[in-house]
Each structure stands twice: as structure tokens, then as C-alpha cells.
């Protein structure tokens, strides 16, 4: 009898993903949801032909370990930045990754943090669960969300799908990445402007570009003092484009209106002071949280998966070079 590639899941996914496996593969899940310590990591994914990594960090260390069996990690979300894809790509294993799976979650979970900031729903919420009884007109005044300016910092997927919703609230959408993308102001009439300008003339920013290394603190000290006091902030995509000081100095200050973040950057740590401000709205990173969404990134690994045990390139491989190394 043939014996079934092994698969190993590093932590809890969906139940249908692990089906799909289990129907050409032996696969082991990490039941713990917990980041699994290196050294108890380096153990489990011995001998395993595949591994299927959630929100676990693969260095150089652990793919020079697994490169003698393992041909993929398959990265169930859409930022990869949790791989050393230059060490995969030396040891011939090939890295894959979800993006087009988690646009609308994230673009919803976007829009969450918008209006609940602008709205201090949190506020809201806590006072109505206090029983508190002052509901007179000047009481938790937000801001108006309708007809103001969005301005969108990355003008891919993500940040074309919050720029779409944003016109069923009549916004001005104007938006800054590496070059105009014609595709994006043709979906959502954006204006193509500097990131400068951007920052000067939102009332709402959002963030929406992947994590290297001209994007760490991408929004720093200088960007934070050149928004509106009143502006919004907003970041679904990775924790460190926002300097985390910067940013609790400006809340301090006064500089920016409020903060939506789902990401951080040192998750799950936060930088001290941050939860301390009213206006800053808190997520812990559930941008694809949606049981729709979360099967559907498990079925894209598991495609990926099967694509590479079978000798193929896998769908959105980041290195198809890879193969060439083993």
C-alpha cells in the first residue's frame, strides 16, 4: 500500500480544509491555538511533506531542518511576512499564500473600526451597559462620516474593496501607492495623489499595503503631525508600517482624531499607553476572521497543498523558483 504524504497543521483551522487533506494526505493539527515554541516546533514538523502554517514564524533554522522531506508552507493568510522566504527558497521549498480569499473580510472588518470609531460605539456600549442615564443631545458626539474624505494608502484589493464601500457613503476617495492604478479610480473614482497630500487633506486614513522593508513605519512622527486633529486612522493590514510611539504620542498630543486598528506591532503585545485612549478602536488582528473566509483560506492551502505533493508549482506561489533547489 502507498503510504500518504504527511501534512502538519500548526494550529486550529476549519474542519473542511483537514477533509481535503485527509482524502490523499495523513495530516496532524496542532490542537493549541497558542504559538508553539521553537524548539517544540522544530520537533513536530520533522518528517512531514507539507506543512500548512498559521500565524507561525519559519526561519532560516526551521526550513534547513524540514528541507529534506517538506516541498511547501502553505500560508493560510494573505501577509507572508511570518516566513523567511529567502530560506525556503534555498532549501527548494516552496512558500504559498491566500489573497484573494480575505478581500471582503478585511474590507468589512476595515469598515468596522471606521465607524465604530467615529462613532464611539465602544463608548456607547459601556455607558448603556453602565446604566448611566445622561442621554441629552451633546452627549457622545461623534464625527460624520458621510461626504468627508477617505484617502487609501495601497491601492490593491483591499484597499479597493474599502474605497468601493466608501462611496455608498458619498466620500471623496482619494488614494497613494507606487504609481496611479487606473483599475482602482475606474471601481471607485479615487484621485491618485502624493502620500503627503493624502495625509493633509483625509479625515479618514487607511492602510492597506503589504509589510517590507520601505513600508516598516511607514506612518511615523512627521506623517501623524501633517494629519487633520480630527483625522481617523486606520490600519487592517500589518502592525509595523505604524510606529506604535509615534502613534501614542500623537493620540497624546492630540495630533490625529482616534486610532482603528485590528494589527500591532509587536502582537499580541501593545505598545503602553495605547489602550488608555477612548478613541482608538481595538481588534485583535480579525481582519479574515469569518467562518466563511477561514474555510476558504484552509481550501486554498490545502489546493496549494496538493499542487506542490503532486510536483506542480502551487497556486499563488511566492517563490516558483523554488523547485529548482531540491
Known sequence: MMVKPKVYVTRPIPVEAIEMLKMHCTVEMNSDPRPMP??????KLQGHDAILVSRTNIDEEISQAIKSRCK????????YNNIDVEAATRNGIYVSYNPGVVTEA???????LLLA???????????????KKDWGPMNLMGVEVSGKTLGIIGAGRIGMAVAQRAKGFNMHIIYT??????AFEEATGGIFVEKGTLLKESDFVSIHVPLLPTTKHLISNDELKSMKSTSILLNTSRGPI?????????LR?????????????REPELEPGLIEFPNVTLTPHVGT???????????GCAKSILAALNGHIPPNCVNPNAGSNR
Not at 505604524?242 to 500623537?250: F, G, P, R
Request: hydrophobic residues 35%; aromatic residues 6%.
Open 38 to 43: 521553537k524548539e517544540e516546533l522544530l520537533k
Open 72 to 79: 511547501i508552507l502553505a500560508n493560510y493568510g494573505v501577509g
Open 106 to 112: 478585511t474590507a468589512d472588518l476595515t469598515w468596522a
Open 117 to 131: 470609531t467615529a462613532r464611539r460605539i465602544v463608548e456607547c456600549d459601556q455607558y448603556v451597559r453602565k446604566e
Open 177 to 182: 501607492s507606487t504609481k496611479p492604478n487606473p
Open 242 to 250: 505604524i510606529d506604535e510611539k509615534a502613534l501614542v504620542a500623537a
Open 253 to 265: 498630543e492630540g495630533e490625529i482624531g482616534g486610532a482603528g486598528l485590528d494589527v500591532f506591532e
Open 289 to 299: 476572521s469569518t467562518l466563511d473566509t477561514r474555510i476558504k483560506m484552509g481550501e
